[in-house]
């Protein structure tokens, strides 16, 4: 899936908000006819529909290209590893609930999350963080060596949100990422 940056791009650039099925057939009709990408393509890579299969670099480029960059790597300045080495990542809406997610970062921070179903998370250890036990989080995926976006937190019940009524998120390792990720599959 995309990064929620990305995706904004994506929304702000088309003028849709992809709240229904025809955003994603308008969108994909919007791409120069070499670059076409269809709409299934579309919606997972937008996270509407499950993929188990990382995007290729072709369509990875197309996706730029619709930004009006050269190529992916120019977009999101990430430039791709040739390597035989899999990296460490685990997509939430895959973790059985009942697991248990956790997770550590510099300085001295950890985190413990049992998944509750749908990306939805709940703390149930927090060391050194700005999260707190209880809290309920909305996650999409965990990656090491990569920052962890939180896009939701719902405190004693409450959705978390700045003084001008915003929805706040969190960002867990934003220098240096994930140091140590395991899952503890559920009893």
Known sequence: MLSIAIIEQIKKKSGLDFSNAKDFE????????????GVN????LMGYAKSPIAPRKTTLDALAHYLDSPS???LTGIQPVESDWVEKAFFADEIQEGATVEASWLPN????????????????????????????VVI??????????VLQVV?????????????????????????????????
């Open 26 to 37: 308008v969108l994909s009709a919007s791409f120069p006819t070499k670059d076409r990408l």
């Open 109 to 136: 921070r950890h985190i413990a999350l049992l998944c509750i179903g749908e990306n939805k998370f709940r703390v149930t250890e927090s060391l050194n963080g700005k999260l707190q036990p209880n809290d309920e």
């Open 140 to 149: 999409q995926s965990f990656r090491l060596q990569y920052p962890l976006q």
């Open 72 to 74: 992916w790597e120019a």
């Open 41 to 44: 393509t579309l919606k997972r």
């Open 155 to 187: 405190r004693n019940g409450d959705i978390m949100r700045d003084a001008a009524g915003n929805e706040l998120g969190y960002i867990a390792g934003r220098q240096n990422g994930l140091t140590e990720l395991f899952i503890k599959e559920a009893s």
